[in-house]
């Protein structure tokens, strides 16, 4: 049924109305009820939102927090767990690098803050902080590097994926040492502070390559005689940036002391 667009009466549908006789005109059929009205379109766009595969990247980064997690909980557990890291923990090796290097160099800037505050110009967050960063991630990449190059020598059956693996691991107990060592030092106490620091950064320079290479059976070359190597190059390395950092502090005080005086 259709309406007369002239008498407005109802008529079957065709080219006449069946009451006036007027010619009707040719109108599509209504394929649904009027009332009914169709969806909205951002209803119909929030649906497609909600359809979406999650970003990628952001699901990497949030398995990679949730790796860490683990790996971290379970070192500061266990430390000698280390020994069972393997390439597939690199990330999580990776982050504690990372994480130790933050640490000590926003704990330096802390302190040399707080050291150097009644001076005329106190060091610069570059200087003592963002530049010391860089240079221990540099230091523990040597470090990783040259414990990889000594495991080839002595034992030859290892990947540079599994060896920064198992040296993140490692750097846990020490990365808590040192950050109860710079609490203690906040408190002003004489000497443990600065030891428990010195020890968590000597130790892995010295300590976790030793516990790396002796985890593999000698294939090559003796192992005393690559881990004196390695602790050769390994302090060579340390000394060259803290004779860096001290030339860059000093310099970066000397400028602020001058400038005080007008220079």
């Given at each position: ?17 069946t ?19 169709p969806?909205?379109p ?8 909600t ?6 990247s ?7 927090g949730?790796?860490?997690g683990?790996?971290f909980?379970t ?11 393997n390439?597939?923990e690199?990330?999580?090796?990776i ?12 704990s330096?800037?802390?302190?040399l803050?707080?050291a ?5 110009s106190?060091?610069?967050f ?26 080839k020598?002595a ?8 060896v ?14 040192f ?8 408190i ?5 502070p600065v030891l428990?620091m ?17 985890e ?12 004196i190597?390695?602790?050769i ?16 502090l000093?310099?970066?005080?000397f ?9």
């Amino acid at each position: 049924m259709m309406l007369c667009p002239t008498c407005g009466n109802e008529t079957e549908a065709g080219k006449f109305c069946t009451s006036c006789g007027a010619q009707l005109t040719e109108e599509p059929a209504a394929t649904s009820d009027p009332t009914i009205t169709p969806a909205a379109p951002t209803e119909q766009k929030t649906q497609e939102q909600t359809n979406l595969p999650p970003n990628e990247s952001v699901e990497k980064i949030k398995k990679a927090g949730a790796n860490f997690g683990t790996f971290f909980l379970t070192l500061l557990k266990q430390p000698s767990k280390a020994k069972d890291m393997n390439a597939k923990e690199i990330v999580s090796g990776i982050i504690s690098i990372v994480l130790f290097s933050l640490i000590i160099s926003l704990s330096s800037y802390i302190m040399l803050s707080a050291a150097f505050s009644g001076l005329f110009s106190s060091p610069s967050f570059v200087d003592s902080f963002l530049l010391p960063f860089i240079q221990f991630l540099i230091l523990f990449a040597i470090v990783g590097f040259v414990t990889f190059g000594g495991i080839k020598l002595a034992a030859g059956d290892t990947s540079i994926a599994g060896v920064f693996a198992k040296y993140g691991a490692y750097l846990t107990p020490f990365l808590i040492l040192f950050v109860l060592g710079a609490i203690l030092g906040l408190i002003q106490l004489p000497w443990i502070p600065v030891l428990m620091m010195m020890v968590s950064i000597i130790g892995p320079l010295l300590a976790i390559p030793t516990f790396i290479v002796l985890e593999h059976k000698e294939n090559g070359f003796d192992q005393i005689f690559v881990l004196i190597g390695i602790y050769i190059i390994n302090l060579l390395a340390f000394g060259l940036l803290m004779q860096s950092f001290m030339n860059m502090l000093m310099g970066s005080l000397f400028d602020g002391i001058m400038g005080g005086f007008g220079f």
